[in-house]
């Protein structure tokens, strides 16, 4: 995988009387080749031992792949200031994309902001500074290559002969680059000589003619298409405090506490079609989905739910007395977050730093395969556990064993308290078609990382060759202060492949907590 960046920048500068100028011109050529070839022996080794795809007895199996694209791009920024207290800011670019087709692969967007130093007017002492600000800015996107003009894939070998196969995709050749349209209104403000601070943003993006890979009747020939459709519109705000509650010669103590909101909805996809999976996962033939439906939030997680009676929202159950369930198609709501933020702390006591950051988040959720088949399987402590009888769950039924379910039967709509066997509930229920059971909270509360740093006096520095030095003790994810979900799952790094957002795990590896030392020295 080889990636390479070519740049030329120039830039002029010049102040005359009340004025200031800063001028940018520039061009990119980004170049990025990708390739690989895999082999596989087919029938085993022709001489044992000898490792070589010419050993293979039957014609080996030989992929190969080479990804090329390349995007240039030129573009200009000009940034024009008045009396140190007004300034717009404007740019546009052009990209050139080789992933898009030859009429529409040239594609320009532009930004341009304004600003206004207010605290350059007002004459109160205990301002330090203020600004508000306002901005647009536009940016272009492409695709991946290969998705614009139709191409034969290499197939198997049929009665000695190679063969060739059409794709399932249907590329698209009059597809267009996407564009997102953001707007932003801000508000800084500075007290008591920058000993407190504020930092306020609220924004508007909206998403429009994005590139979507859409799923299509099989009856054409194919699966799927590439298309441009679409508008998600996400708006929200920033919040950044600072403060210095104390400052002297021996002790200080900075703190930074910052929050952020996002609402986002799905106001648009493509004529005719109100869900978009983007993404899904299956297991033992029961699969859930991370769907966008038009007018909802982005992003719902989607999936089989207890069935429950309507006017009391209790659980339904069958005439065996295990819970029933509903297709695949239960909205569980987006699985975005309601907030999320941090808090960092940095204590100065004499020639010490004592650091520390704590991470936070509100809301969202996700599916955890992990312990789902943790209790499928029997390896759950929820598997061996005391029932109401005083037994183990395990135990037969006739021995008062069991789980106890509580709900309305479906069959005379009665009250339903009883006892059933615990493998078959959650090995054959629970555990494998209801994910209603296992969707959890993604809240937490996580120290992020812990310093303790010293700093050597100029009384020492002095005698050694050295400017400046110093050492550090050092702790990356040290603790989890708390978390909604359960113990041995970590919401905070959860990974969902390549995808964008992260909706499920499956087999999350352990959290790491690194612990280490720095000496940093500057000559």
Known sequence: NKEFNYEVLAQYKKSWKNFSLE??????????????????????????????????????????????????SFYSLVSLGYKGTYYIDASIRNDNSSTLPKDNNSYWYPSVSTSVVFSELLDWEPLSFGKIRASYAQAGSDLSPYQTSKYYGVGTVYQGTNTMYVPDNLNNPDIEPSFSNSYEAGLELEFFHNRLGLDLTYYQQKNKNQILNLDISGTSGY????????????????????????????????????????????????????VYTYGSTTYSSVTSYLNSY????FGSLVGQ?????????????????MPLYTDATHDFGTVLPDFNGGFQSNLRIGQFNIAAMID?????????????????????????????????????LEDGGGVQVHGISATTGEQVSAFVDARSYYRNEIGRRIYEEWLYDASYVKLREVRIQYNLGENIIHHLPFETMSFALFARNPVMIWQEAPKGINPSEISTGAQSISWFESGQLPSVRSIGFNLNVTF
């Open 23 to 72: 001028a940018s011109v520039g061009g990119n050529i980004y170049d990025r080749e990708y390739t690989y070839l895999y082999q596989e022996t087919v029938g085993g080794l022709s001489s044992p031992g000898f490792y070589n795809i010419e050993a293979s007895i039957d014609r080996p199996d030989v992929t190969s792949y080479l990804l090329e694209k390349q995007i240039r």
């Open 223 to 274: 699966s799927s298409t590439v298309i441009n459709a679409g508008l998600i519109e996400n708006d929200g705000f920033e919040l950044s405090l600072n403060a210095t509650p104390v400052q002297n010669e021996t002790f200080s103590w900075d703190m930074t506490f910052n929050i952020n909101k996002n609402n986002s909805e799905v106001v648009s996809l493509a004529p005719g079609i109100d």
């Open 294 to 297: 038009q007018g909802k939030p």
């Open 305 to 321: 739910a207890y069935q429950r009676d309507p006017s009391t929202g209790q659980i339904l159950l069958g005439d065996n007395n």
């Open 360 to 396: 936070f988040q509100g809301g969202g959720q996700f599916f955890s395969r992990s312990k789902m088949l943790s209790v499928r399987t029997g390896q759950d402590i929820l598997t061996v556990a005391t029932n109401e009888n005083g037994m183990n769950v395990r135990d037969p």
